[in-house]
């Protein structure tokens, strides 16, 4: 019932800035969060910010706590990424996710049922 579809990635050099923005289609004023993960090369998928839907509660990875602002517009079924001071490691595919679930653990990708595509950003030294 709910679809999303990640943009704004690309390439951009270390300390940069990039804005990521997720619109969702369908119902998303039941879903309890969203949230972003990212996943690099040979790597496993990896919490990066979540952010609950009606409460606004927001929640960071150490790794990008104080460079990433996680937002959401209620009015667009919209969610956006901000990241600034962005580094080489930032580098990965970042996907979007929402969950519709009571009380699910937002930590980890198996407590979301929604998944967009990804969008890749890159970060160059």
């Known amino acids: 019932q709910v679809q999303l579809v990640e943009s704004g990635g690309g390439l951009v050099q270390a300390g940069g800035s990039l804005r990521l923005s997720c619109a969702a289609s369908?119902?998303?004023?039941?879903?309890?969060?969203m949230g972003w993960f990212r996943q690099a090369p040979g790597k496993e998928r990896e919490f990066v910010a979540a952010i609950r839907w009606n409460g606004g509660s927001t929640y960071y990875a150490d790794s990008v706590k104080g460079r990433f602002t996680i937002s959401k517009d209620n009015a667009k079924n919209t969610v956006y990424l901000q990241m600034n001071s962005l580094k080489p490691e930032d580098t990965a595919v970042y996907y979007c996710?929402?969950?519709?679930?009571?009380?699910?653990?937002?930590?980890?990708?198996?407590?979301?049922?929604?998944w967009g595509q990804g969008t890749q950003v890159t970060v160059a030294s």
């Open positions: 369908g119902r998303t004023f039941s879903s309890y969060a």
């Open positions: 996710a929402a969950v519709n679930r009571f009380e699910p653990n937002l930590w980890v990708p198996t407590g979301y049922n929604y």
